[in-house]
């Protein structure tokens, strides 16, 4: 790959690669992503993210190694774009919602002035703002002491560009983005949190984009036209399709994902027999979460109760209501999920999110169905929560309890009460 040839425009520090990895490529590492250990992710106010290589502070890295697939990708990286000077050793995989974004900033003096970015599920656009000290100085910063240099002036194919002026570059899925020097240490990058983005201010739409003038047919591009003040304008709808997180928080909730989970489990009964734990397969979109289904009669259910189903105790006593002949029990561990269907902020989530929901077995071919309320005559259904200790702080293990209707509540870690459905500890 000749990275020259891929210079965004008129813009000598940027650099955007369309297509990079390939689709298979793209779902394999959107499986390692999401395959990762549920203490990889950190949760922000407006997005969450893993950190790998290491931890970066005041006096550089304090090293860990990347996993293989990780070095592989930065490695091919590095030797094929030759624009770092040593191996990449510091990676951020940051994850947004389609109205979610980060405001304009500088990743700071600890890394090496040029970063690549790859994008992987949902097309953005990244806008390029120059620094405050930049607008002020008038004139470029030197990383080496600091001093302020004359400007030179920015050309671009519709005439001049000017001096430090904002710019934006629309990022494809699959694609890769480059950006160094001035462009590191001059800009601020950022994405605006708004899922319908204008792309056609994008300075790479000519380049990046556009195929004799058409836009290529794209999985996860919306084309959507609108009025602006200048009479109107071009934009990408933000979405995902490579990932559980298909729609914005708002359009998918906890609830609909219940009733996507409810369908999938249905499926798992090819030739049904009672009391067997069938365990269902779920497509790469929903890699991480696990789902399996178990049928039952209501008045077996009551009397001998399930011993182990996956974490579960269910004790002697149970009863369904509406009441049903058969029903079908659903179980859910969203894995790395939890926190984005199920978020607490202030906490730390030591296990991931389990559910146990009960669905009418009249009709296996049924989906969107209401859940059955499940209650406890005596004992209370029992959760195992597997090596959960106490933490370093000397804060205790909790059990966070979700309801169907929205409700939270807090328990101790050894007392559970049965009309919870959604489980975890904190």
Same mark, same amino acid.
């Given at each position: 790959?000749a990275?020259?040839?891929f210079?965004v425009?008129?813009?000598?520090?940027?650099?955007?690669?369309?297509?990079?990895?390939?689709e298979?490529?793209?779902?394999?590492?959107?499986?390692?992503i999401?395959?990762a250990?549920i203490?990889?992710w950190?949760t922000?106010?407006n997005?969450r993210l893993?950190?790998w290589?290491?931890?970066?502070?005041?006096?550089?890295l304090?090293?860990?190694?990347?996993?293989p697939w990780l070095e592989q990708?930065?490695?091919?990286?590095c030797?094929?774009?030759r624009l770092?000077p040593s191996a990449i050793?510091?990676v951020?995989?940051n994850?947004?919602?389609?109205?979610q974004g980060?405001m304009?900033?500088q990743d700071g003096?600890?890394y090496v002035?040029?970063?690549a970015i790859?994008?992987l599920g949902?097309?953005v656009?990244?806008n390029f703002t120059?620094?405050?000290?930049?607008?002020?100085?008038?004139?470029?910063?030197?990383?080496?002491?600091n001093?302020?240099?004359?400007?030179e002036?920015m050309?671009m194919?519709?005439?001049?560009f000017?001096?430090?002026?904002p710019f934006?570059?629309?990022?494809?899925?699959r694609?890769?983005?480059?950006?160094k020097?001035?462009a590191?240490l001059?800009y601020m990058?950022?994405?605006?949190d708004s899922?319908l983005q204008r792309?056609d201010?994008?300075i790479n739409?000519k380049?990046g984009?556009?195929v004799?003038?058409q836009?290529p #047919?794209?999985t996860?591009? =919306?084309?959507v036209?609108?009025? @602006? /003040?200048?009479?109107g $304008?071009t934009?990408i709808r933000r979405?995902?399709?490579?990932t559980a997180?298909?729609q914005s928080s708002r359009?998918?909730?906890?609830?609909?994902?219940?009733s996507?989970?409810?369908?999938?489990?249905?499926?798992s009964f090819v030739?049904?027999?009672t009391?067997?734990?069938?365990?269902r397969?779920?497509?790469?979109?929903f890699t991480?979460i696990?789902?399996?289904?178990?049928?039952l009669?209501?008045?077996?259910l009551r009397?001998?109760?399930?011993?182990?189903?996956?974490?579960?105790?269910i004790?002697?006593?149970?009863?369904?209501q509406p009441y049903c002949e058969?029903?079908?029990?659903?179980y859910?561990?969203?894995?790395?999920w939890?926190s984005?269907?199920y978020?607490?902020?202030?906490?730390?989530?030591?296990?991931?999110?389990?559910?146990?929901?009960a669905?009418?077995?009249?009709d296996l071919s #049924?989906?969107?169905?209401? =859940?059955l309320?499940?209650?406890a @005559? /005596?004992?209370?259904? $029992?959760?195992n929560?597997?090596?959960?200790?106490?933490r370093?702080?000397?804060s205790?293990?909790?059990?966070?309890?979700?309801?169907?209707?929205?409700s939270v509540?807090f328990d101790n870690f050894?007392?559970?009460t049965?009309h919870?459905?959604k489980?975890h500890s904190?």
């Amino acid at each position: 790959m000749a990275i020259e040839e891929f210079v965004v425009d008129s813009v000598p520090t940027v650099f955007y690669v369309p297509d990079y990895v390939s689709e298979a490529e793209e779902e394999q590492l959107l499986k390692n992503i999401y395959n990762a250990p549920i203490s990889k992710w950190k949760t922000l106010k407006n997005r969450r993210l893993q950190n790998w290589g290491g931890v970066v502070h005041d006096k550089g890295l304090l090293a860990q190694c990347f996993p293989p697939w990780l070095e592989q990708v930065t490695h091919r990286i590095c030797t094929e774009s030759r624009l770092f000077p040593s191996a990449i050793n510091h990676v951020l995989i940051n994850e947004y919602l389609p109205d979610q974004g980060i405001m304009p900033h500088q990743d700071g003096p600890a890394y090496v002035p040029v970063v690549a970015i790859l994008s992987l599920g949902s097309p953005v656009i990244m806008n390029f703002t120059p620094h405050p000290s930049v607008k002020d100085a008038g004139g470029t910063t030197d990383s080496n002491n600091n001093t302020v240099s004359e400007p030179e002036p920015m050309y671009m194919s519709n005439g001049v560009f000017g001096e430090h002026r904002p710019f934006s570059v629309a990022l494809m899925p699959r694609s890769l983005l480059i950006f160094k020097d001035a462009a590191y240490l001059d800009y601020m990058h950022g994405i605006e949190d708004s899922e319908l983005q204008r792309y056609d201010v994008a300075i790479n739409v000519k380049n990046g984009l556009l195929v004799n003038g058409q836009i290529p #047919a794209i999985t996860n591009l =919306e084309i959507v036209s609108g009025n @602006s /003040e200048n009479g109107g $304008s071009t934009n990408i709808r933000r979405t995902v399709v490579s990932t559980a997180r298909s729609q914005s928080s708002r359009e998918f909730s906890a609830r609909a994902l219940d009733s996507v989970l409810q369908e999938y489990a249905f499926k798992s009964f090819v030739r049904p027999r009672t009391g067997i734990v069938y365990d269902r397969k779920l497509p790469a979109n929903f890699t991480g979460i696990g789902v399996a289904a178990l049928r039952l009669r209501s008045g077996s259910l009551r009397r001998r109760g399930v011993r182990v189903f996956k974490e579960f105790g269910i004790p002697i006593g149970i009863f369904e209501q509406p009441y049903c002949e058969r029903l079908v029990l659903v179980y859910h561990n969203l894995g790395n999920w939890s926190s984005v269907y199920y978020p607490l902020p202030g906490y730390t989530l030591l296990a991931p999110v389990l559910g146990l929901l009960a669905y009418d077995a009249n009709d296996l071919s #049924a989906s969107s169905l209401s =859940e059955l309320d499940i209650r406890a @005559s /005596e004992d209370p259904i $029992s959760i195992n929560f597997p090596n959960v200790q106490s933490r370093a702080d000397g804060s205790s293990p909790m059990c966070v309890n979700f309801g169907l209707d929205g409700s939270v509540g807090f328990d101790n870690f050894h007392l559970l009460t049965s009309h919870f459905v959604k489980l975890h500890s904190v």
